[in-house]
């Protein structure tokens, strides 16, 4: 299988940091993939990895090993508008397609 | 701009009525999908052509069908839409497949009821 595993809601202050795991099977690893997801909308694009390391986009950074089969995305200075759904999907060569886990609900709170 | 459009954004349809959703392109991307993504859950893949090659997933059922008459646009056909249908279909195209650097653009999905 392809289980792709994150938390499904986490909740954190505005101002704060929160980090956003994601832990996949590792056979045929080739990328993964952070997307944005508010309610009622298309994911968005957030960060792409596929080798081993820290990949930082100003308020947002995305950490891969994939020794571990484990990522995750870091949001710090969090504002209110980044309440939203986080999906994780990983690249399997097998197929050559995108498969998502089923997202964290991330609430931001004053 | 919007780059990948779909229409419309909210469709009410019957049990048993069958419903189209359409998804148009303006990035001459070879590859379009469609995604079926149901409250809470991840988005599930059930289809996608590469230019005009269709591919079905196997879990895929029947009472979903897809056409592609050119590269801009794609239909996704639901033949006896069931309660279970209710869900958001999201349409994505990337310019090629099996690059994993080749991410999906999105459109805005179509969240479908059916009553």
């Known amino acids: 299988g392809q289980n792709i595993d994150q938390p499904t809601e986490m909740t954190a202050t505005e101002g704060a940091i929160v980090q956003i795991n994601c832990t996949y099977q590792t056979s045929g690893f080739n990328g993964l993939f952070w997307y944005q997801q508010h309610a009622g909308e298309a994911p968005t694009f957030l960060s792409y990895?596929?080798?081993?390391g820290l990949e930082e986009k100003g308020r947002f950074s995305s950490f891969l090993s994939r020794s571990k089969g484990y990522s995750y995305l870091l949001l710090k200075e969090l504002q209110m508008k980044d309440s939203a759904s986080y999906l994780c999907?990983?690249?399997?060569?097998?197929?050559?397609?995108?498969?998502f886990g089923q997202g964290t609900e991330l609430s931001v709170k004053p | 701009d919007a780059m990948v459009i779909q229409n419309p954004r909210y469709q009410v349809t019957q049990f048993g009525k069958p419903v189209t959703l359409s998804c148009s392109q303006t990035?001459?991307?070879?590859?379009m999908y469609w995604y079926q993504q149901k409250s809470s859950q991840a988005p599930k893949l059930l289809f996608h052509?590469?230019?005009?090659?269709?591919?079905n997933e196997a879990d895929t059922p029947d009472n979903f069908q897809s056409r592609r008459p050119n590269t801009s646009f794609c239909f996704l056909d639901i033949r006896s839409p069931g309660l279970g249908d209710a869900a958001m279909y999201l349409c994505a195209t990337s310019r090629d497949m099996g690059r994993p650097e080749e991410k999906l653009f999105f459109g805005s999905g179509t969240q479908l009821s059916v009553l």
């Open positions: 999907a990983v690249f399997y060569n097998q197929g050559g397609k995108l498969i």
């Open positions: 052509y590469y230019d005009k090659d269709f591919n």
């Open positions: 990895n596929v080798l081993d």
């Open positions: 990035l001459n991307h070879n590859v």
